[in-house]
């Protein structure tokens, strides 16, 4: 075998991503990057004895073992039943140089006292280092199925408590079974909590959808990529999950919701059911060996796209995540494309027994395209706007009109955002009026659209607009 050159090492190293996992001693791939100047020779120097003593330092590949038995007296372990020869033969159709046979079977440390004594003066020769100590008092020992004179030999040497499953590691309970409903009590206070220091309750639609997002999805995120977490429904939501977490464009709220753990340390056999469950749908994909989803073959990307059962784009995508609009009426405009408001048809056919007369107009309020398109109050808060603004706001329930109006990006957008906050104060409005008994003139709401829209308006006056797109804002007084 060749000896290994100094380009062959860095283009390795190059190769090697940023945010990878760091080594034993800390470092990525990044800093060895950053400050090759310094230590580049000490690289090359240890890359290239490598291949010419055939041997590797224990401390470059390093790493921890946490061996959870599934019996009390286990005989053998994982690493005692490799089969060798079945290595051997991997390596050679991977076409390894016949030198590294020398290397393949590295020594592994076991649970007992010279492996105890082995580490604790590791730790020894770290604190002399560092300065940094071991505090036994709050160290513990988890053991399984160990013999009880090495287990007391092991806790008299180092000083460290005999601890007990599950314990919490990083705020993470840690346990040998999957996680259920009571086991996630932690997670639900944290997320309770933020919640109310918050004051979520007095937030609109949008400012919970923003905390969701920015806060308390970090807080699941984090869970889920160690555990599976269970999933429970306390009350049916008024768009279905599955929707809500689709991206904006098909038709959702961009929630990404965890449903499968990235990693998972504990409970091996049921992940490895999930896995093979993934498989199986995967297999669909393929006919006769061919991967038949994608015209273009089979992508990782496209892959997960279809797994996640991407939907296709809905139409009034951009109608509602008009950056225009004020969060709150984006969001109530989201909950009008799916006709999922709570109006008097909806809450009978869930057997309440409420009265059907619009507290707008006093007719008879049949469904949703009543209460924003025909009520004669809404259209006497449309025909408010049109008068004040000069803009033509015509009551319509197919939201892609709005995309397909001849006009600039600034218009149509202004135009969006005064059609959506009216779709806002009309359903406040109709809350109002069934709680408090109170009902605005359309006269005054409609001047609390235009302050809104305009105060957004101005807050963008410097972006992407020209001069014609300026001076129609100010005709329209939204600017």
Known sequence: MRPVSGKEVKD??????DIK?????????????????????????????????????????????????????PQNKAYDTVEWQFVEQLMRLLRFPPEFKSMERAQTSKGDTKSMMLLLQ????????????????????????????IKNDILRISGFTDGALPFKYLGMPIQTTRHKKVDCACLIEKICGRIHSYGARKFSYAGRLILVKSVLNTLHSYWASMFILPKEYKRVPLVAWDKI??????????????????????????????????????????????????????????????????SPPVCWNKVIWNNWALPKNQFIGWLVAHEVHNTVDKIASYGIDVDDRCLLCGQSEKCLSHLFFACQYSKRVILALQQSTGCNLPLVTDLVWWSSRGCTIVQRGAQIALFLGALYSIWYQRNRCRIDKVLMHPSQLDLQIVDGVRSRIRGREKLNMNVNDITWLSQKNLI
Do not use: M
């Not at 001693?25 to 800093?31: E, I, L, N, Q, V």
């Open 12 to 17: 390795a190293l190059f190769s090697i991503p």
């Open 21 to 73: 996992s760091p080594g034993p001693d800390g470092y990525t791939s990044k800093f060895f990057k950053d400050v090759r100047g310094e230590v580049w020779g000490d690289v090359i120097e240890a890359v290239q004895d490598f291949f010419l003593q055939r041997r590797l330092l224990t401390q470059i590949n390093a790493t921890t073992l946490t061996l959870i038995p599934k019996c009390d007296r």
């Open 122 to 149: 590791s730790f020894s020769t770290f604190s002399k280092a560092c300065g940094l100590k071991i505090s036994a008092a709050k160290s513990n020992a988890y053991f399984r199925g160990v013999p009880d004179q």
């Open 245 to 310: 977490c689709k991206p904006n464009e098909e038709g959702g709220l961009g929630l990404r919701i965890r449903k499968r753990g990235t990693r998972q340390w504990w409970g091996i056999c049921w992940v490895w059911r999930r896995i093979c469950k993934v498989k199986q749908e995967i297999a669909h994909g393929f006919v006769d060996g061919v991967w038949v989803v994608q015209p273009s073959g089979y992508t990782p990307t496209g892959c997960y796209e279809w797994l996640w059962n991407a």
